[in-house]
């Protein structure tokens, strides 16, 4: 079911979320019981929304139609690049009754790295500023020879003198 979201669909999530965690993982054994469901940081990108999902057994980026124009449709987990500026990253397409279609891309999956809701919250906002952020440029092969010749003569000096 195609959706608009005119304001923040974070509520949405979470409700749709915790649903997800009563009905359909309850009894799955992947659970870091020291964390919950919480949509984080969702914010307007190219007429969409997008934030990340924290949740007890996985974090996910999510894209969600923020309108009509500029959203590719791709269904029911069929795979679509989508280009940041930190690179293009794989979204998978889903659809949930709370939510309408969306799309999410796997941070992490379990969970058992996370000791706190709060570690788990900033690692998601770490990660979406590192997302819409782009990569330095690697040095030059030049650059790394040049940098290798330094610490060579740096290293005789300090034993040569």
């Known amino acids: 079911m195609f959706r608009i979201h005119e304001s923040s669909p974070a509520e949405a999530i979470e409700e749709a979320y915790f649903r997800i965690l009563r009905e359909r993982m309850a009894d799955v054994p992947v659970h870091n019981h020291d964390l919950s469901v919480e949509a984080v940081d969702f914010q307007r990108w190219q ?16 894209l969600v139609p923020g309108d009509i124009t500029g959203w590719e449709s791709v269904g029911d987990n069929q795979r679509r690049f989508v280009k ?23 941070l992490f999956s379990p969970m058992n790295k996370f000791a706190t ?16 952020h782009p990569v330095a440029p690697a040095p030059a092969a030049e650059e790394k ?17």
Do not use: N, Y
């Open 47 to 62: 007429g969409h929304w997008l934030g990340v999902l924290v949740t007890s057994w996985h974090m996910s980026l999510m």
């Open 84 to 106: 940041f500026p930190a690179g293009d990253f794989a979204f998978l397409g889903s659809d949930e009754p709370e939510i309408g279609e969306f799309q999410s891309c796997a």
């Open 117 to 132: 809701q709060s570690e788990a919250v900033l690692t998601a906002r770490a990660s979406l500023m590192a997302l819409l």
């Open 145 to 161: 020879r040049q940098d290798a010749k330094t610490s060579l003569s740096r290293r005789r000096f300090l034993t040569l003198r």
